[in-house]
């Protein structure tokens, strides 16, 4: 089973600014197979990226991903202030799908 | 425009069985795509349950494999979930979605599964 540990577990940053998510994996991925999630309280969580770089239909362009192997990185470019939630990156490997634990971005 | 929506008990009692459905609105199942089964313990992160083919084949978490059962009813454009032996360990919000290739989307809304004698 693959793991994926994502840090930090809480960034804290203003908008305007760029905000640098990291997913690691305990074994290589393949891009084809590597996710981004945004979750809102209350809300389901919402497709943002798959295939490691390409953005889900209606997700602005300041949302980018990148990586390979078991580094994977979601990178928002200038933060908004609907962008604070929590996002989560997941893998799916040999049939089976796993999520990282999340990464939280809040508010300075 | 696809739409899932779970429904089902929103309290068990330990050591029962928990069964959910979602419905699948503007797209029909049997035309394919995987469709699975995420919960979110309040306040935790996201764990794969199972997913489920249009033909009725299943993947399942292994940590949950042996209480988990997955099927789909094609003529109701529906698949639902079954787990065994529950504990409040089990309590979560349980949500269902398509499988896009490696990805999940859509999602259902979510419904929330106390267990609680």
């Known amino acids: 089973e693959i793991v994926l540990t994502q840090s930090p577990g809480t960034l804290s940053l203003s908008p305007g600014e760029r905000a640098t998510l990291s997913c690691r994996a305990s074994?290589?991925?393949?891009?084809?197979?590597l996710a981004w999630y945004q979750q809102k309280p209350g809300q389901a969580p919402r497709l943002l990226i798959y295939g490691a770089s390409s953005r889900a239909t209606g997700i602005p362009d300041r949302f980018s991903g990148s990586g390979s192997g078991t580094d994977f990185t979601l990178t928002i470019s200038r933060l908004e202030p609907e962008d604070f939630a929590v996002y989560y990156c997941q893998q799916y490997g040999s049939s089976l799908y796993s999520f990282g634990q999340g990464t939280k971005l809040e508010i300075k | 425009q696809v739409q899932l929506q779970e429904s089902g008990p929103g309290l068990v009692k330990p050591s029962e069985t928990l069964s959910l459905t979602c419905a699948v609105s503007g797209y029909s199942i049997s035309s394919g795509y995987y469709w699975g089964w995420i919960r979110q313990p309040p306040g935790k992160g996201l764990e794969w349950i199972g997913s489920?083919?249009?033909?009725?084949?299943?993947y399942y978490n292994p940590s949950l494999k042996s209480r988990v059962t997955i099927s789909v009813d094609t003529s109701k454009n529906q698949f639902s979930l079954k787990l065994s032996s529950v504990t409040a360990a089990d309590t979560a919000v349980y949500y269902c979605a398509r499988l896009n290739g490696g990805w999940f989307d859509p999602w259902g809304q979510g419904t929330l599964v106390t267990v609680s004698s």
């Open positions: 489920i083919y249009h033909s009725g084949s299943t």
């Open positions: 074994q290589s991925v393949s891009s084809s197979y």
